[in-house]
């Protein structure tokens, strides 16, 4: 059984950073990606950013390039997100999420996703 744990929120002043993780387990193939949503109050789930597993392909939101880097430690099989040049707007619940097969090239779409965990809350203040 695949399992996510998120880890990693909290509160930072805009401009400061947070690095959140997602330890994955469970996988019985290495052809998967690992992805990173959010939800804001009232807002659709957003799509962040994408690992793949097998090459290390990445994909990022057009919010998240420039600020956000996504990497894949196989050792801890954790997935992180280091979030620098926080802003307000960053402010949502963060999920990690998990797919068979790798990264798409152009989206990341939250139906396309297998496996959720809980979210983390990272809240960005002015």
């Known amino acids: 059984e695949v399992q996510l744990q998120a880890s990693g929120g909290g509160l930072a002043q805009a401009g400061g950073s947070l690095r959140l993780g997602c330890a994955a387990s469970g996988f019985t193939s290495d052809d998967y990606a690992i992805s990173w949503f959010r939800q804001a109050p009232g807002k659709e789930r957003e799509g962040v950013s994408c690992i793949s597993s097998m090459d290390g392909s990445t994909y990022y939101a057009d919010s998240a390039k420039g600020r956000f880097t996504i990497s894949n430690d196989n050792a801890k099989n954790t997935v992180y997100l280091q979030m620098n040049s926080l802003k307000p707007e960053d402010t949502a619940v963060y999920y990690c999420?998990?797919?068979?097969?790798?990264?798409?090239?152009?989206?990341?779409?939250?139906?396309?996703?297998?496996?959720w965990g809980k979210g983390t809350q990272v809240t960005v203040s002015s």
């Open positions: 999420a998990a797919e068979w097969g790798p990264c798409r090239d152009d989206d990341l779409d939250y139906y396309d996703m297998d496996y």
